[in-house]
């Protein structure tokens, strides 16, 4: 039977719940977020590994003469391993898409209601001793409209929330058909007519050479003044610059980013000092359900690859150099 390492699986009890890896055989479960050293020592004899957070060099991937299959606790996997030369190695990577699709689109709308209802500047204002009723009134959602940029996974799960509050919902997607729009219940718009109409703007496409800066100083001059701008995406694929100046100018209402372009941003990044924003350190995935259904993914792929039917493959090339 294979050997599993799941070598620095921060945030998970020590011992896996019964039956969660059954199956698999034996199963050497650490969580904690070991040196790349000690990582090597857990992992140097695996047939398999679940890895999250310790890049895989050249040289650890080297160090593990076993290993025919990796699956990443995520969904983006270059920031953490070097797949050309796991693929040059016939290492076969997996990823877990999808895992969170369900925790994004609730945490998007914890984002449009705190902003709606102006949470965070109500709770400093009673904190200082005021009271402030009027001057704090927010919007309701029902009757609004909902402009989702990208209808993958996550954007069709924040459409689906926008219906159960009774908005509206427009869409821009690379894909769109009369299909897609029933399915989901949207009205499929060009961008610019998204941003003229949102009440809020919210974003969920990839990262390409298309969109990044998609959301620049133009796109935000399309939108209304007493419009929100939601980035769940990546950050690169707004202008922060050009988004702060438009906030201190007030020429939208106010801003949520859940997406960095480093992390954690520098000091200096301009969104940091612009009002009206509401800024959080990449939580969208992290709820306890998403967490279990990555892990649960992440043993499927590792399942489904020694049953001979490999899974959420992000270089399918290596297995011609298994010869599988």
């Not at 935000?220 to 419009?227: F, G, N, Q, S, V």
Request: net charge neutral; charged share 20%; proline share 8%.
């Amino acid at each position: 039977m294979p050997l599993l390492v799941i070598p620095d699986n921060l945030g998970y009890p020590k011992t896996l719940p019964p039956g969660l890896t059954t199956g698999l055989g034996e199963v050497r479960h650490y969580n904690d977020l070991p040196s790349p050293e000690e990582f090597v020592r857990r992992a140097r004899e695996a047939d398999a590994l679940i890895w999250a957070w310790v890049k895989l060099t050249p040289e650890i991937l080297d160090a593990l003469p076993r290993l025919k299959v990796a699956s990443y606790m995520g969904v983006g996997v270059s920031n953490y391993i070097d797949l050309p030369h796991a693929t040059r190695r016939g290492i076969a990577v997996c990823n877990t898409p999808h895992y969170g699709d369900e925790a994004v689109a609730e945490f998007t709308f914890a984002l449009i209601l705190a902003l709606a209802r102006k949470l965070l500047p109500a709770d400093a204002s009673l904190r200082q001793g005021r009271w402030e009723q009027e001057a704090l009134g927010g919007l309701g959602l029902r009757g609004k409209t909902l402009g989702v940029v990208g209808l993958g996974g996550v954007g069709s799960q924040v459409a689906r929330l926008a219906r159960a509050f009774g908005m509206r919902v427009l869409c821009s997607t690379a894909h769109p058909s009369p299909q897609r729009a029933q399915e989901h219940g949207v009205e499929f718009v060009p961008l610019e007519t998204l941003l003229r109409e949102a009440d809020f703007v919210s974003l969920h496409c990839a990262l390409t050479p298309e969109t990044r800066l998609l959301i620049g100083a133009r796109a935000l001059a399309l939108m209304k003044p007493t419009a929100f701008l939601v980035n769940m995406a990546r950050a690169e694929v707004v202008d922060t610059g050009a988004l702060a100046q438009a906030l201190r100018e007030g020429r939208i209402a106010g801003a949520a980013t859940d997406v960095w372009e480093e992390e954690p941003p520098p000091k200096d990044h301009p969104l940091l000092t612009a009002p009206n924003t509401l800024l959080t350190p990449h939580l969208g995935w992290n709820a306890d359900t998403a967490k279990w259904r990555m892990l649960e993914i992440a043993l499927e792929n590792i399942r489904a690859f020694f049953a001979g039917r490999p899974q959420n493959l992000v270089n399918p090339e290596a297995l011609a150099r298994q010869g599988g």
